[in-house]
């Protein structure tokens, strides 16, 4: 596709369960970002990716969250034993550098 | 710590006013503000501005950069109903290379 993808769009899930949420950048672009917004807030960095560098992981909120890309590609974002604190929109953002990032439609992700 | 503090956090007005939007910011080793458009979940690029005083525009919406006082407005002229939105302000310094975001200007056009 011509822009980047996310799946799934929304996803509800019971406090205590693990989640997959992924992110394909478009094709070429060696950055990638994960970022949350809760309800009323700004955005929050969570990982960058750039290349085949070592990933930033300095904005993820506690060692519940992982993330990991693929052949420079595909990327997925983990979040182990969910907590109610956890529900956001969760974006991916990438670009072929860090200026001039293309969003994803992001997922929606409710933990009851 | 980078900082984004925007302002207002809300502004309500008329189709057809024209609105200021504010971005102060600390960060170290500048290299760029951002100003993006979020409608629904994903937010839209509007404006990149690196050098202080060089307004960019785009139809009705221009944004400018004072890198003295550490601010950038964005305003939106003759506005509509499909400016409504959070317009959101972000900076990238050389030291990160991560985009840090202010919480955002909620804007909404009454017709």
């Known amino acids: 596709g011509a822009g980047v993808s996310q799946s799934p769009s929304n996803k509800v899930t019971e406090k205590g369960k693990d989640v997959e949420l992924r992110c394909d950048p478009i094709?070429?672009?060696?950055?990638l970002y994960w970022y949350r917004q809760s309800l009323g807030q700004g955005l929050e960095f969570l990982i960058y990716f750039q290349g085949n560098s070592a990933p930033d992981k300095s904005g993820l909120p506690s060692d519940r969250f992982s993330a990991e890309r693929t052949g420079g590609s595909v990327s997925t974002l983990t979040i182990q034993r969910t907590q109610q604190e956890d529900s956001a929109v969760y974006l991916c953002?990438?670009?072929?550098?860090?200026?001039?990032?293309?969003f994803g439609p992001g997922t929606r992700l409710l933990v009851l | 710590e980078d900082k984004v503090v925007q302002s207002p956090l809300s502004l309500v007005v008329h189709e057809g006013d024209t609105v200021t939007l504010n971005c102060s910011y600390e960060v170290t080793n500048f290299r760029s503000l951002l100003w993006y458009k979020q409608e629904k979940k994903a937010p839209t690029f509007l404006f990149m501005l690196?050098?202080?005083?060089i307004e960019k525009k785009s139809g009705r919406l221009s944004s400018i950069l004072d890198k003295k006082e550490l601010f950038s407005i964005l305003n939106i002229t003759a506005t509509q109903t499909g400016d409504s939105a959070v317009y959101l302000c972000?900076?990238?310094?050389?030291?990160?290379?991560?985009?840090?975001f202010g919480t955002g200007t909620r804007l909404t056009i009454i017709p």
């Open positions: 094709s070429g672009h060696t950055a």
């Open positions: 953002a990438t670009g072929p550098y860090q200026e001039t990032q293309y």
């Open positions: 972000a900076v990238l310094g050389r030291r990160n290379e991560k985009l840090t």
């Open positions: 690196t050098s202080s005083g």
